[in-house]
C-alpha cells in the first residue's frame, strides 16, 4: 500500500502535473501579496478539491492488485473541483474548531493560574493537555473519514454521520492507511521546510513536495477503504 501510494503521483499526465505546479506556486506567490493575498484562497481551494478528487476516486476503485495501474484524476472541472474544494475545507475548519476551543480554554485556564505556581495548577495544566491531545487525534482520526463521505455524496451532512463514519473509521485497514498517511505528511512537512530554507528555488521545490505529499496522503486513505 505504501509503496504504491509514493509511486501514485507520478503516474499522472504531464498536463495534470503541470496545472498542479502551475497553481501551488501561485498560491505561493500569491501568499506573499499582503492585502492581495486573500487572492491565493483560489488556487488553493482548487488544490483541495483536487486532493479531495484523489479520495474519492481510491476510495471507490477495487483496490487489490488493480491498484498499481490506476491513474490520479485530471484537472478536467474546475467547478466541480472548486465544489468539492470548498466542502473539503468547511468540513475541515469545522472538524478543527472543537480541538481549536479545548486547546484555547486551556491555554486561558492555564495563564490565569499561572501565578501563584500551585500543584493544583500544575495538574490541570498537564490534565487538560492531555484531554487535548486526545480530542484532537480523535477529530484527526475521523476527519478523513468525514472527507471521503462528503467527496461520495456531495453534501456537507455525510461529514457527521456517526453510521459512515463508524463504518469507514472502524476497521483496521482504515487504522493503518491513517497512520502512514500521517507519517508521510510529517516527512513531507520536514522535506518541504529544509527546502524551503534554500531560497527562492527551494521554496518552489517545497511547494511542489508538499502538493506531492498531499496526493499520497489522500491516496493512502483511499486505499484504506477502498476494495
Given amino acids: 500500500m505504501l509503496r504504491e501510494s509514493l509511486s501514485y503521483p507520478a503516474r499522472t499526465d504531464e498536463e495534470t502535473l503541470l496545472v498542479g505546479t502551475i497553481l501551488v506556486v501561485a498560491v505561493g506567490l500569491l501568499a506573499r501579496l499582503g492585502v492581495l493575498a486573500a487572492l491565493a484562497v483560489v488556487p488553493a481551494v482548487l488544490l483541495v478539491g483536487y486532493v479531495l478528487a484523489v479520495l474519492r476516486a481510491t476510495a471507490e476503485s477495487s483496490g487489490g492488485a ?8 485530471e484537472f478536467s472541472d474546475l467547478r466541480a473541483l472548486a465544489a468539492d474544494g470548498a466542502r473539503a475545507l468547511a468540513v475541515t475548519v469545522g472538524y478543527l474548531l472543537v480541538p481549536a476551543a479545548a486547546l484555547a480554554v486551556t491555554v486561558g485556564g492555564a495563564s490565569a493560574g499561572a501565578r501563584p505556581e500551585s500543584l493544583g495548577t500544575t495538574t490541570f495544566v498537564f490534565g487538560a493537555g492531555t484531554v487535548v491531545l486526545f480530542v484532537s487525534l480523535a477529530f484527526a482520526y475521523l476527519l478523513p473519514a468525514a472527507l471521503v463521505g462528503v467527496a461520495r455524496t456531495g ?54 513536495v508538499g502538493f506531492y505529499a498531499a496526493v499520497v496522503v489522500a491516496r493512502l486513505v483511499g486505499r484504506g477503504i477502498s476494495g
Wanted: cysteine-free.
Fill in 66 to 73: 488493480s491498484a498499481d495501474a490506476d491513474a490520479p484524476p
Fill in 155 to 208: 453534501e456537507l451532512a455525510a461529514a457527521m454521520d456517526r453510521g459512515r463514519l463508524r463504518g469507514v473509521a472502524g476497521g483496521s485497514r482504515y487504522f493503518v492507511a491513517w497512520a502512514a498517511a500521517l507519517l508521510v505528511g510529517g516527512v513531507g512537512l520536514v522535506l518541504a521546510g529544509g527546502l524551503a530554507t534554500l531560497g527562492r528555488p527551494g521554496e518552489v521545490l517545497a511547494l511542489a
